[in-house]
């Protein structure tokens, strides 16, 4: 027992030289380990299985009838000292597995061989694994600290839809966010003429006009992340957070492209805002806050060019709570209007998102869920008819980033996007007060 103990101690000397190497590394940014560290490391990795192999053949040797055991020894040695003659403590040692398990639980995965981990990763891929459920009970003092706390290998996160604008109106990147001119010109009212012989031809310019298109600064605001939960959480939460930072920076850029107020108000110009300054308003009837007829939205339609309202980029844009408006639509025989197949006019069922695949349609042109958008109610912006390309968005080439804070004061900014209002703004639906 003295060899076993004093081999015991100096494999545990061995083994805290190797954590203190990780240690180190852990510290210092989780860095590599450097040619020096690297050296040592194998040297140290073969005096462990040294120490390992002596400790086992002197193991091995120990006779069965003592009764003085280790509180070093595996789990498995000592239910084999209670329970097995010589004989059967050979051949379980001769068994890979076994051999491999007891390996596992002096050392960890660490002192597994390659083989060793394929056989033991080979047992549990049932996905049944082999457990100890020796406790007396589920209380703490009377074995309840051997019985290990459950966890779900799953994180669920709510859900809440957005979006609309992104993949609907035109998106163009530019270099750099300094103020940029977009030149604009409109000469649909004026017309040619028919003049007489020996008069002379009327004279009438073309005026054109331009629009300033700015940059915006979007935040996601910061989130305090500790080294430790990093460390020790079973989820990704680099990743996690990455990936909820970049969702709250869609949800921002999608309410103030949908209903931002303007550069007088620090912010972009909305599409729906863009729409009523440009006076394309369609009032409902008195009484209409909550509801939408049919001939609404034959009247909303029909109040958009031709030129506009045939293009591939022509949608319908509403809320969801819209959309349920319509779907209770019915014909004078108090039938709905909303089924497949029985008008073209509401085709195609009720997606939520009108791009890709089957396009649902409402008077043979698609729509877009825009939960940004107002709800139906006295004085609300609810509907969108028209052109969405002509509602341009500007994004600053490299404008999304990802910053790491370190240091106090380091949170002062990054440059995201920017959008612009249209020229020729889609039509805008108002309910009546």
């Known amino acids: 027992m003295a060899i076993q103990h004093r081999l015991r101690e100096e494999r545990g000397r061995v083994e805290t030289e190797m954590n203190a190497i990780t240690a180190r590394c852990q510290r210092e940014d989780n860095r590599g380990l450097n040619n020096r560290e ?12 040294a120490l390992c192999d002596k400790i086992e053949k002197a193991e091995a040797g120990r006779p069965r009838n003592s009764g003085n055991v280790s509180g070093l020894g595996s789990l498995e040695e000592i239910q084999d000292t209670m329970r097995l003659s010589p004989a059967a403590w050979r051949e379980r040692r001769s068994d890979p597995h076994a051999r ?35 406790a007396q009970s589920t209380t703490t003092t009377q074995g309840g600290y051997l019985v290990p706390q459950g966890f779900s290998d799953q994180l669920m996160e709510a859900m809440k839809w957005f979006g609309g604008i992104a993949g609907t109106v035109d998106e163009f990147t530019t270099g750099t966010g300094q103020p940029l001119p977009w030149p604009t010109v409109n000469d649909t009212a004026n017309r040619g003429r028919i003049i007489g012989q ?6 009438t310019d073309v005026v054109f006009s331009q629009y300033t298109l700015n940059a915006w600064i979007f935040s996601s605001d910061l989130v305090l992340v500790p080294l430790a939960l990093i460390e020790d959480s079973y989820f990704d939460i680099d990743a996690l957070v990455a990936r909820l930072l970049g969702t709250r ?26 729409a009523v300054a440009a006076g394309n308003l369609l009032t409902l009837p ?15 339609e029909h109040s958009v060019d031709p030129a506009y309202r045939y293009n591939p980029s022509t949608y319908w844009m509403f809320n969801d709570s819209v959309l349920k408006v319509l779907k209770k639509l019915v014909d004078a025989s108090n039938r709905p209007l909303w089924q497949p197949g029985l008008t073209a006019s509401f085709a195609d069922g009720a997606g939520v998102q009108g791009l890709g695949g089957s396009r649902p349609m409402i008077l043979e042109h698609p729509y877009i869920i825009n939960n940004d958008m107002a709800v139906p109610a006295a004085n609300a912006y609810t509907m969108l008819f028209g052109d969405m390309s002509t509602y341009k968005v500007r994004k600053v080439a490299n404008g999304v980033t990802l910053m790491r804070l370190v240091e106090r004061y380091a949170d002062w900014f990054k440059r995201f996007c920017a959008a612009i209002v249209p020229t020729f703004a889609p039509a805008q639906l108002s309910p009546a007060a």
Do not use: C
């Open 38 to 49: 690297v050296e040592l490391w194998n040297k140290l990795a073969d005096a462990h299985s």
């Open 198 to 203: 020996n008069v002379q031809t009327t004279e």
């Open 100 to 134: 491999a398990f007891s390996n596992f639980l002096r050392g960890g995965m660490e002192g597994l061989e390659a083989d060793e981990k394929q056989l033991m990763r080979g047992k549990f891929a049932d996905g049944a694994p082999v457990s100890f459920r020796n």
């Open 286 to 300: 008195s009484g209409e806050t909550t509801s939408i007829a049919y001939n609404d939205l034959v009247n909303l």
């Open 249 to 274: 920076l869609g949800r921002l850029f999608n309410w103030k492209m949908t209903t931002g107020q303007g550069v007088n108000a620090g912010e972009p110009n909305g599409i729906v805002t863009a």
